[in-house]
């Protein structure tokens, strides 16, 4: 994942110190792009081991539609406690937007659905985009959309998708981020009978907490190692009906797990 070490030092080398809500301090740099071929491997990160059940469970949550993180919790997924509520509610977040919209005449949209059908009957149209960002609901919402906006993209019987997140936490988030979306790129193209192309992330406020400085450069100091492979059964052919079992990462070889502080 020489990518995402580009990153790292990109910002450690030219990152502005900057104040933020949590009270952390961050160095932040503003526009950057990674590009990732699905082709090549699965992007998860290796200079440091990451718990890829979190991020398989957050995914299959956001796809169902749920904002509650009881589901979260029954599955030992503990990474949105902080910003739930007593009953464990966040708002109309992600997977609220991605399956239903409000419309103003009292609809609901499945983003999801619609691209589906979009993908399968128009690939062409460039007009494939999922948006989490609702300016009417940001404010009912535990954390506005850090990846606020998603776009696919067919050449060649090859999917691509194209995320924008407007504010990225480098240590803690990204790596989840990119292992997430690379993973429902992947399980789009499977549903609709395409081939594995690229994801393409695009940062908004891209920043290293001061308090992940010191686990970035040890991050930096280790080599890169082969990324892994993501095998998925072949037979789930509705983006709904994944399960935790259709998937299974193999020779995932990482360096040891570093710990970093959640900026709450
Ligand atoms: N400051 C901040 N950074 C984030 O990345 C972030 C937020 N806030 N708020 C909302 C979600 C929650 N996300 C999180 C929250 C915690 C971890 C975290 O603690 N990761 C640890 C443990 C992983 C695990 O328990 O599965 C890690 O080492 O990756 C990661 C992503 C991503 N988002
Ligand atoms: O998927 C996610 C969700 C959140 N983050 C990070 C980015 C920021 O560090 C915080 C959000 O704080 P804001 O003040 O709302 O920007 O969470 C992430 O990297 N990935």
Not at 123 to 146: E, F, G, T, Y
């Amino acid at each position: 994942m020489k990518q995402y070490l580009d990153l790292m030092q990109y910002v450690l080398d030219h990152g502005a110190q900057k104040h933020d809500r949590t009270g952390t301090g961050t160095i932040s740099t503003f526009g950057y792009q990674m590009r990732f071929n699905l082709q090549e491997g699965f992007p998860m990160v290796t200079t440091k081991k990451l718990h890829l059940k979190s991020i398989i469970h957050e995914l299959i949550w956001f796809l169902k539609g749920d904002t509650n993180i009881k589901y979260l919790k029954d599955n030992n997924v503990k990474i949105w406690d902080e910003w739930a509520d007593e009953n464990g509610n966040l708002g109309p977040v992600y997977g609220s937007q991605w399956r239903s919209w409000p419309t103003p005449d009292g609809r609901l949209i499945d983003q999801i659905s619609n691209i589906i059908h979009t993908l399968k009957t128009n690939p062409d149209s460039r007009r494939i985009i999922v948006s989490a960002w609702n300016v009417a609901d940001i404010d009912q919402m535990a954390l506005p959309p850090c990846h606020a906006l998603f776009q696919f993209y067919v050449a060649d019987g090859k999917l691509s998708c194209q995320l924008y997140q407007r504010s990225a936490d480098i240590f803690l988030g990204v790596p989840f981020n990119i292992a997430s979306y690379a993973l429902l790129t992947m399980m789009v193209a499977q549903v609709c009978n395409l081939e594995y192309g690229e994801f393409i992330h695009t940062l908004g406020d891209a920043h290293l907490y001061n308090n992940h400085i010191e686990q970035a450069k040890l991050q930096l100091s280790r080599d890169t190692k082969t990324l892994p492979v993501m095998e998925i059964n072949p037979e789930v052919k509705d983006i709904f009906s994944f399960r935790f079992e259709d998937f299974n990462l193999k020779n995932y070889e990482p360096h040891p797990h570093i710990k970093g502080a959640v900026a709450v």
